[in-house]
T-cell receptor, first 115, second 112 residues
Framework: DAGITQSPRHKVTETGTPVTLRCHQTENHRYMYWYRQDPGHGLRLIHYSYGVKDTDKGEVSDGYSVSRSKTEDFLLTLESATSSQTSVYFC??????????????FGPGTRLTVL | KQEVTQIPAALSVPEGENLVLNCSFTDSAIYNLQWFRQDPGKGLTSLLLIQSSQREQTSGRLNASLDKSSGRSTLYIAASQPGDSATYLCATLDEGNYQLIWGAGTKLIIKP
């Protein structure tokens, strides 16, 4: 299994508070991704990173920001959490030897509940 | 815009049967197609990736095929076991894009 961990694994927070989720990899892969998974919507890309300090928006980036200061860590921040951001968040990585077109490997997920 | 469909949404079969899961896509300009399994409350496990230039990939009891011209991929599971029970997802990576486009999944139950 690819070495990907996510923290925390579960979090309950209140509307309006900032929340940061962490993805850590030990594979030295270039690309990292944040997805959310919701019933009826499947998986949707929030942001992705193609290198240290290089990030771009995905399909559902509003209300989220990301940072990548080291190869191994990719942080997702909900600037002011809303109930619509209650979801399961997955981090994924790919090695980028063929650009962005490589096999993606997923972390265990973080279940976030915003009350 | 690419659309990925998986039919059926759910499938229940007795242990030992060979079975086929289907994935169809509307735009044949894909770079690759990936199959995943997801266990309840867990993350996604990559099963097989087929590049657009390939016709099939095999891993153990799993075989995935790709027919770009017809917009179809199938995942064949041989000699199914209760441990194969999970939701199976397919996703395409389109040429010139960076986002995986996902099917809704097929929930598979293997009855002992």
């Amino acid at each position: 299994d690819a070495g990907i961990t996510q923290s925390p694994r579960h979090k309950v927070t209140e509307t309006g508070t900032p929340v940061t989720l962490r993805c850590h990899q030990t594979e030295n892969h270039r690309y990292m991704y944040w997805y959310r998974q919701d019933p009826g919507h499947g998986l949707r890309l929030i942001h992705y990173s193609y290198g240290v300090k290089d990030t771009d928006k995905g399909e559902v980036s509003d209300g989220y920001s990301v940072s990548r200061s080291k190869t191994e860590d990719f942080l997702l921040t909900l600037e002011s959490a809303t109930s619509s951001q209650t979801s399961v968040y997955f981090c994924a990585i790919s090695d980028g030897t063929s650009g962005v077109y490589n096999e993606q490997f997923f972390g265990p997920g973080t279940r976030l509940t915003v009350l | 815009k690419q659309e990925v469909t998986q039919i059926p949404a759910a499938l229940s079969v007795p242990e030992g049967e060979n079975l086929v899961l289907n994935c169809s896509f509307t735009d044949s300009a894909i770079y690759n197609l990936q199959w995943f399994r997801q266990d309840p409350g867990k993350g996604l496990t990559s099963l097989l990736l087929i590049q657009s230039s390939q016709r099939e990939q095999t891993s153990g009891r799993l075989n995935a095929s790709l027919d770009k011209s017809s917009g179809r991929s199938t995942l064949y599971i041989a000699a199914s076991q209760p441990g194969d029970s999970a939701t199976y997802l397919c996703a395409t990576l389109d040429e010139g894009n960076y986002q995986l486009i996902w099917g809704a999944g097929t929930k598979l139950i293997i009855k002992p």
